[in-house]
């Protein structure tokens, strides 16, 4: 195989290894997935947060954040209020319910993740990070907006 093809290969099958990994630790010890806890804490950190919001920091479809957020609100984990600037949006904030959940989940995750690359030192982790915030940065500004 060819350099470039090795290195999509191994980029993709480490990130399903460690998404994959986190996921199952968390419905086996939470009941609910990463990106149960990812949007949960997207939420939680955003203030004044949008279904555009999470569009914009997940690459998700407009459609698809708007509906896992019905999901959400289903669950009673967060609450849509209405935007007082802008009648075409609502703020979603979390409940206390979907507080707790973040709560209980967010250590596992964490744990989780850590788990899975304690392999690496510090610096390795560190220049790891850097370099797929750079690849992705690199990505994002050669894509048509």
């Known amino acids: 195989m060819s350099a470039s093809i090795d290195f999509f290969n191994e980029l993709v ?11 199952a630790r968390m419905k086996a010890e939470h009941g609910v997935t990463v990106g149960t806890i990812e949007i949960l804490s997207l939420i939680d950190s955003t203030e004044h947060a949008r279904v555009d919001d999470i569009v914009r920091a997940l690459d998700l479809r407009v459609g698809t954040a708007s509906k896992i957020i019905d999901r959400y609100a289903s669950a009673g984990w967060v609450e849509r209020l209405p935007n007082p600037d802008d009648r075409r949006s609502s703020w979603i904030v979390l409940t206390d319910a979907g507080a707790k959940v973040l709560a209980e989940g967010r250590p596992a995750f964490e744990a989780s993740v850590r788990d899975l690359v304690s392999g690496l030192s510090h610096s390795e982790l560190r220049t790891l990070r850097t370099l797929l915030v750079k690849l992705a940065a690199s990505i994002e500004a050669g894509q048509p907006s």
């Open 13 to 23: 099958r480490a990130e399903i290894l460690v998404y994959n990994g986190v996921d």
